[in-house]
């Protein structure tokens, strides 16, 4: 693995489960909100909501990270703080973005986000580009965010994106566990032993769904929802129909980014855990991947886990210092 450090779970977390777990339960330390809110039109009439970090002047050629949460959460995703913390202090210039309706986002979209929206993102770029022109942009997608990214990437190499975007600038992308074939992902969570997590999905998820019912009518004619207990069954009931789907197939089937990996011609790296219980490293095992696509794998980190030791012993999150890492290389690299 080209890493300085190389991924070694905690004696104790020797288990994909137990890290994903850890996961959500040790949400760690979150730096206190330093950012200005910017709000940026999509091309179907709503906005969504980006968070440039303050900080120490940064000079022109700094570069532009802009990271993007996973599902159930927003900007404020403590993982997502800590990493904007420690971009910032590195000498990057960041972005946070909430997804469609997420966040600081709730009051601009009545439309879901899901992990199709790739016009989003792409919309994000533009945005970059014309408020930075000539700065190198990186892009850092989580779990829903990473497919998110990479469908996106696809897209605009291919030619085939909603959204007309130059994506010159765009220097290096990294996809943390991403769910790029959401059918194999979704039959995986309706195992019975997945229950659990969709559970804690579910939880965060309906959460949201209470903020958009007390604040757009779409959401308030919805029928009272049924008990839901998958994943699927919650894109059956809101995602698929209020984003436009026929079905939780057809959006899963439309949205994947499995098809488009082949296309992706920026720099670009995805991350992947073999014991990751939710997104199942197999669900990637018929990709094509394309010249400039390399694909990490590590053991035992599980999904967006990753309870670490260093060469001293001390435990770290390797995930965030992954992430760190990974985007000094590429800026010194460019």
Same mark, same amino acid.
């Given at each position: 693995?080209?890493?300085?450090?190389?991924?070694?779970?905690?004696? $104790?977390?020797?288990?994909?489960?137990?890290?994903?777990?850890?996961?959500?339960?040790?949400?760690?330390?979150?730096?206190?909100?330093?950012?200005?809110?910017?709000?940026?039109?999509?091309?179907?009439? =709503?906005?969504?909501?980006?968070?440039?970090?303050?900080?120490?002047?940064?000079?022109?050629?700094?570069? *532009?990270?802009?990271?993007?949460?996973?599902?159930?959460?927003?900007?404020?995703?403590?993982?997502?703080?800590?990493?904007?913390?420690?971009?910032?202090?590195?000498?990057?210039?960041?972005? /946070?973005?909430?997804?469609?309706?997420?966040?600081?986002?709730?009051?601009?979209?009545?439309?879901?986000?899901?992990?199709?929206?790739?016009?989003?993102?792409?919309?994000?770029?533009?945005?970059?580009?014309?408020?930075?022109?000539? /700065?190198?942009?990186?892009?850092?997608?989580?779990?829903?965010?990473?497919?998110?990214?990479?469908?996106?990437?696809?897209?605009?190499?291919?030619?085939?994106?909603?959204?007309?975007?130059?994506?010159?600038?765009?220097?290096?992308? $990294?996809?943390?566990?991403?769910?790029?074939?959401?059918?194999?992902?979704?039959?995986?969570?309706?195992? *019975?032993?997945?229950?659990?997590?969709?559970?804690?999905?579910?939880?965060?998820?309906?959460?949201?769904?209470?903020?958009?019912?007390?604040?757009?009518?779409?959401?308030?004619?919805?029928?009272?929802?049924?008990?839901?207990?998958?994943?699927?069954?919650?894109?059956?009931?809101?995602?698929?129909?209020?984003?436009?789907?026929r079905s939780a197939e057809d959006y899963y089937l439309k949205s994947s980014s499995i098809d488009l990996l082949q296309h992706i011609k920026?720099?670009?790296?995805?991350?992947?855990?073999?014991?990751?219980?939710?997104?199942?490293?197999?669900?990637? =095992?018929?990709?094509?991947?394309?010249?400039?696509?390399?694909?990490?794998?590590?053991?035992?980190?599980?999904?967006?886990?990753?309870?670490?030791?260093?060469?001293?012993?001390?435990?770290?999150?390797?995930?965030?210092?992954?992430?760190?890492?990974?985007?000094?290389?590429?800026?010194?690299?460019?």
């Amino acid at each position: 693995m080209n890493t300085p450090l190389p991924f070694r779970p905690h004696p $104790l977390l020797r288990n994909g489960h137990l890290q994903t777990i850890m996961a959500g339960v040790s949400c760690g330390p979150r730096p206190p909100y330093q950012a200005t809110p910017l709000v940026i039109p999509t091309h179907d009439g =709503e906005s969504l909501v980006i968070h440039e970090e303050l900080g120490p002047p940064t000079g022109n050629d700094a570069h *532009l990270v802009i990271l993007v949460h996973g599902l159930g959460g927003d900007h404020s995703s403590p993982y997502l703080q800590r990493l904007a913390f420690q971009l910032r202090a590195a000498g990057f210039l960041v972005w /946070r973005v909430d997804l469609r309706g997420c966040g600081h986002g709730i009051d601009h979209a009545w439309k879901p986000a899901n992990a199709g929206r790739s016009d989003d993102l792409a919309t994000v770029l533009q945005a970059a580009m014309s408020r930075h022109p000539g /700065r190198p942009v990186h892009f850092v997608g989580f779990s829903l965010s990473g497919n998110i990214l990479l469908k996106m990437l696809g897209e605009i190499c291919a030619g085939s994106s909603p959204v007309e975007v130059d994506h010159s600038q765009l220097a290096s992308s $990294l996809a943390v566990a991403p769910p790029a074939n959401l059918k194999d992902c979704a039959d995986n969570m309706d195992r *019975l032993s997945r229950r659990p997590y969709c559970k804690y999905y579910l939880k965060l998820l309906d959460q949201q769904v209470q903020q958009k019912r007390n604040r757009w009518a779409r959401w308030q004619k919805l029928p009272a929802k049924p008990k839901l207990r998958t994943i699927r069954q919650f894109d059956a009931f809101y995602t698929a129909p209020l984003s436009g789907f026929r079905s939780a197939e057809d959006y899963y089937l439309k949205s994947s980014s499995i098809d488009l990996l082949q296309h992706i011609k920026v720099p670009t790296q995805i991350l992947i855990d073999l014991h990751d219980p939710i997104v199942t490293a197999k669900s990637l =095992e018929l990709a094509q991947f394309s010249a400039s696509t390399e694909v990490v794998r590590t053991r035992f980190g599980g999904h967006m886990g990753y309870f670490g030791v260093d060469e001293q012993g001390h435990q770290i999150r390797w995930l965030e210092y992954y992430v760190v890492e990974y985007l000094k290389r590429q800026r010194s690299s460019g």
